[in-house]
């Protein structure tokens, strides 16, 4: 029988090995697995890659993740907030790497990832400093920038509601990079709200299907 | 002659969005827009991080933080509207599917090239959102933003000095002193506020601008 439930938030998280890329869900607060980073923070793992919308708000959360100097490099579309303070004094003080990326091609980098795409072609960033040193092509009569998948070995998401095989449901627009990143990663953790019976959710309701996701913990 | 104020500018602005658009306001001054569109009208704006029908601030007593625009400011969303993932709500913006952006800006060039994401400076940490996909994906790029600087230079310029967000991408220019085309063959004023004639305003841009027939 498959069950992808797990006890703790900690116990879901005992294997993350240093070193590790790990894409955390959210924008803001809203989809941020607040359990499922505190474990991370409580087990230890460093020299962290993450992935994210930003780069960590007040003093929870990623900012905590970040406070804990557990995070290496970052890539993220908007870092600069009037509270990310944490992320601010570490890349004045060059103890964190940026990776700036434009949020759709965050997104799409993402999708990608998890899609088994090699590389795409998109118009966003052309012309611009993002796109210093990266490979262009002229499709049409427009001009492109060649842009690679991102993957993890971890996903840490927040949904709302969860069956044993894995399946999901979101709230509202906590829902952003849930889906996507859930894919795009070799182990994808979902704190949720409720678990439910197998044949509880609705077919049609299920946003991410059970085959993307590892482990579901109850918070 | 009169200049707009914040609200004017943001009225201005709507008067102009058609009804059945689909729109995404940039944070900031575009967002005051969401404020005066016309009431008669439906017109469907787009939250980059994954809402179509995004409607005003939410009572203190009904604000649920799973629902928040892309300034992350408490939000709600109007009967019909929808919540979908970042990747298909940038399949939106960049598919050319929203008929409008409206942004704000640091400097719009003669040739519609947008600077707004970053200022450059040495200890500046950059930071670009959806920025660069809004300027290349809407069908329409509106900028909206003051006609000088605070020390008097004109924010419409030969070419930008602040790093871009995007090339030959702006459509019209709406400023607290006019509204102006951007068109292959140069800057349409279309209109200036009242007491600002054409040769006043053409001195305070600095780039050239060409009359439309209409315009003052």
């Not at chain 2, 002193?177 to 006043?200: N, Q, S, T, Y």
Request: aromatic share 6%; proline share 5%.
């Amino acid at each position: 029988m498959i069950n992808k439930l797990v006890p703790t938030p900690e116990a879901a998280l005992a294997d993350v090995p240093n070193g590790a890329t790990v894409m955390i869900h959210g924008f803001g607060n809203a989809g941020m697995p607040a359990a499922l980073i505190d474990a991370l923070i409580a087990q230890g793992a460093r020299d962290l890659t993450i992935v994210n919308n930003n780069a960590g708000n007040g003093d929870t959360g990623l900012a905590a993740l970040i406070k804990a100097r557990r995070v290496r490099k970052i890539l993220c579309s908007f870092p600069r907030q009037a509270d990310s303070w944490h992320f601010d004094a570490q890349y004045r003080a060059g103890e964190i790497e940026l990776e700036l990326v434009p949020q759709g091609t965050l997104a799409e980098r993402i999708r990608a990832g998890g899609a088994g795409i090699g590389a795409f072609y998109t118009p966003t960033g052309y012309g611009t400093k993002l796109a210093e040193g990266k490979e262009t092509r002229r499709i049409g009569d427009r001009d492109y920038v060649l842009e690679y998948p991102i993957q993890a070995d971890y996903a840490l998401i927040k949904a709302d509601r969860a069956d044993r095989w894995g399946n999901l449901t979101y709230r509202k627009s906590a829902r952003n990079f849930g889906p996507i990143m859930a894919a795009a990663a070799r182990t994808t953790v979902a704190q949720v709200r409720e678990i439910v019976e197998l044949g509880d959710l609705d077919p049609e309701a299920i946003i991410t299907p059970g085959i993307f996701v590892k482990r579901i913990v109850k918070h | 002659m009169k200049k707009l104020d914040r609200k004017q500018m943001a009225a201005r602005v709507a008067r102009d969005i058609p009804e059945g658009a689909y729109v995404n306001l940039g944070i900031g001054l575009p967002t005051l827009v969401a404020d005066y569109l016309p009431k008669g009208r439906e017109i469907i704006l787009h939250s980059e991080n994954g809402i179509l029908g995004l409607g005003p601030k939410p009572p203190e007593a009904e604000i649920d933080e799973d629902v928040i625009n892309a300034g992350k400011e408490p939000a709600t969303l109007l009967t019909g509207g929808c919540y979908f993932h970042h990747a298909d709500s940038f399949a939106m913006i960049r598919g050319r599917h929203l008929d409008f952006a409206v942004l704000g800006a640091f400097q719009v060039s003669v040739a519609g090239d947008l600077a707004n994401w970053h200022t450059g400076g040495a200890d500046a940490i950059p930071a670009v959102g959806g920025a660069m996909d809004l300027a290349v994906g809407a069908k329409k790029v509106l900028v909206m933003m003051e006609h000088l600087t605070k020390d008097g230079k004109s924010k419409i310029v030969e070419r930008c000095s602040y790093p871009l967000t995007g090339a030959r991408c702006v459509d019209r220019i709406y400023t607290d002193l006019a509204v102006i085309d951007v068109k292959p063959d140069g800057l349409h004023v279309v209109e200036a506020v009242d007491g600002l004639d054409f040769d006043e305003l053409q001195r305070l841009t600095g780039v050239p601008l060409k009359r439309l027939a209409t315009a003052a």
